[in-house]
T-cell receptor
Framework: AQSVTQLGSHVSVSEGALVLLRCNYS??????LFWYVQYPNQGLQLLLK??????LVKGINGFEAEFKKSETSFHLTKPSAHMSDAAEYFC????????????FGQGTTLQVKP | NAGVTQTPKFQVLKTGQSMTLQCAQD?????MSWYRQDPGMGLRLIHY???????DQGEVPNGYNVSRSTTEDFPLRLLSAAPSQTSVYFC??????????????FGSGTQLSVL
């Protein structure tokens, strides 16, 4: 069965610092992987997705993630945090590519300090 | 273009009451899903549908029913509300098939409290 684990429910960084949000997955087949962001009192928005075309995936707002099969990881990074990046971030997996049936991680709240 | 529309935004129920959360999308998406979001647990899939007349269970289907009579609508029914169903509910939709924009579009959520 597929599953997703996000390490760290809360991450705090200073404005301008590197953002690193960790995601590890479990899947019996090559997975489709996603990162979503949720701003307060809103629904989720897609940041980026991995569908086997390239291991380094660039998304919106300067975020990127690297698929590492040997580590079963799909960590999200951004070189320089901005105050507007404060939100909750979710990693998700699908074994079939069926985006109507995603399995989500527990979420990581990113705090950005001035 | 409204996207995914959920109603109501807020609802308070008493234990044992039934109700339907409405979800409609105007993007002609094949896939539609219902998730519940609880603190520390992320989003968990309740039910999903790959097209009109086709539904299937997700991770946490107990206590919920769905139907998909049209492409646009995917209502979620709580049969007999329980306090454990207090949560924020999200409806989502997406295209199907390779080469199309396979990302989920989410509604703005329904905050449900069961007393």
């Amino acid at each position: 069965a597929q599953s997703v684990t996000q390490l760290g429910s809360h991450v705090s960084v200073s404005e301008g610092a590197l953002v690193l949000l960790r995601c590890n997955y479990s899947s019996s087949v090559p997975p489709y992987l996603f990162w979503y962001v949720q701003y307060p009192n809103q629904g989720l928005q897609l940041l980026l997705k991995y569908t086997s075309a390239a291991t380094l995936v660039k998304g919106i707002n300067g975020f990127e993630a690297e698929f590492k099969k040997s580590e079963t990881s799909f960590h999200l990074t951004k070189p320089s945090a901005h105050m507007s990046d404060a939100a909750e971030y979710f990693c998700a997996v699908s074994e079939t590519g069926n985006t109507g049936k995603l399995i989500f991680g527990q979420g990581t709240t990113l705090q950005v300090k001035p | 273009n409204a996207g995914v529309t959920q109603t109501p935004k807020f609802q308070v129920l008493k234990t044992g009451q039934s109700m339907t959360l409405q979800c409609a999308q105007d993007m002609n998406h094949e896939y539609m899903s219902w998730y519940r979001q609880d603190p520390g647990m992320g989003l968990r899939l309740i039910h999903y549908s790959v097209g009109a007349g086709i539904t299937d269970q997700g991770e946490v289907p107990n206590g919920y029913n769905v139907s998909r009579s049209t492409t646009e609508d995917f209502p979620l029914r709580l049969l007999s509300a329980a306090p454990s169903q207090t949560s924020v509910y999200f409806c989502a939709s997406s295209y199907a098939g390779r080469g199309r924009d396979e990302k989920l579009f989410f509604g703005s959520g329904t905050q449900l409290s069961v007393l």
